[in-house]
């Protein structure tokens, strides 16, 4: 979240560029350096929003980085600079009181999601999983209730039925900081609080924060729920299934995909990273678990019949590949897909 949150700054410190502009950043709040990467772990590392205001030619004294927003000396700081408006996107802290008191324009906040639908952590990857067909992004003031605030502005998005959360992500934030800049000059004739339209409650869902435990992938539900949750949960923490890789003539149990003694098989899990609903003639085994394959992909037939292709994915200790990739690998054994040890865990 933090990379779309760059990006949203870089487009307006060049909105701010522009000759006609009202408008200038005079700094960049962000979260403080975090231990990020393999190699280390143990060092802080600077998030990509402060990257990317060092690299625009903020000085240091105008990058706040703040453990917390409600911190005196950083709320003291604020103050000195006398920001005329606020604005967030992706910053992941409540902001308390004593922030939203600062600006006399009051605090914007860009959301990708057409509120009050999914409010929370993930309204992209939530509203994927749960394939809807249209999303958008929403201007919002900030209040003390989480995504809760009037909504100044609003632009719908179709979603196509393949695309990821994460180029979602940055589409929708892309849109969304384009709708903030050509909504200023309303804030700016301090109309913006009086044409900003409250939230329906009775409308309200929320998206929560993507788990590492959701993310098994079940084949006993339908190809496109699995489909869904693959696209929603890309990037973190993706999708994984486990499958039973068994030696030619080796003998599987069809219908519930588990076996025993030597020719039972190697268990193996992959992420499966990218995928597309098939139609049901393309999967073409002869045991229900079975995983056939072509160069198209490999086809997976789900307990209701539905047929998931797997178009990319990612084994042990390798990257991603081509799912037919992984096929030549394979050399001639066959491979079942293994029920989810515990049911999928719905969204809430």
């Not at 609080?193 to 409308?203: N, T, Y």
Request: aromatic share 6%.
């Amino acid at each position: 979240m933090l990379a779309v949150a760059a990006l949203v700054l870089k487009r307006l410190l060049a909105a701010a560029a522009a000759p006609d502009a009202s408008f200038e950043v005079a700094a960049v709040v962000t979260q403080p350096p975090r231990p990020t990467g393999r190699g280390n772990r143990k060092v802080p590392q600077p998030s990509p929003v402060e990257v990317a205001a060092a690299a625009a030619g903020l000085p240091a004294e105008r990058i706040l980085a703040p453990e917390r927003p409600g911190e005196a000396p950083f709320l003291a700081a604020l103050r000195d600079l006398s920001p005329d408006l606020c604005v967030t996107a992706a910053y992941g802290n409540y902001l308390p009181s004593s922030f939203l008191a600062i600006p006399p324009h009051g605090t914007l906040n860009i959301h990708p999601s057409l509120l009050p639908a999914y409010r929370g952590a993930a309204p992209v990857q939530r509203s994927l999983q749960d394939g809807v067909a249209v999303t958008g992004v929403t201007v919002l003031y900030t209040v003390k209730a989480m995504d809760a605030g009037p909504v100044l502005a609003q632009q719908k998005v179709p979603v196509d039925p393949d695309v990821q959360a994460p180029q979602l992500l940055e589409q929708l934030f892309e849109l969304g900081t384009d709708l903030l800049v050509n909504n200023l000059e309303v804030v700016w004739a301090g109309m913006g609080a009086l044409a900003a339209q409250p939230q329906d409650e009775a409308a309200a869902t929320h998206a929560a924060k993507l788990q590492r435990e959701e993310a098994t992938l079940d084949f006993c539900q339908p190809a496109l729920v699995c489909h869904n949750k693959v696209r929603g949960f890309a990037g973190w923490p993706g999708t994984f299934a486990t499958f039973r890789q068994q030696a030619a003539g080796g003998e599987a149990n069809g219908s519930s995909g588990s076996s025993s003694g030597s020719d039972s098989g190697e268990l193996v899990e992959l992420k499966i990273v990218r995928t597309r609903v098939a139609e049901p003639a393309a999967w073409t085994g002869g045991s229900e678990q079975e995983v056939t394959a072509t160069k198209e992909g490999l086809f997976i037939r789900c307990a209701d019949g539905s047929v998931l292709q797997v178009l990319e994915l990612q084994a042990p200790g390798k990257r991603v590949m081509a799912a037919r990739d992984f096929l030549n690998g394979l050399k001639g054994r066959t491979l079942l897909w293994e029920p989810a040890a515990q049911p999928a865990v719905a969204a809430a």
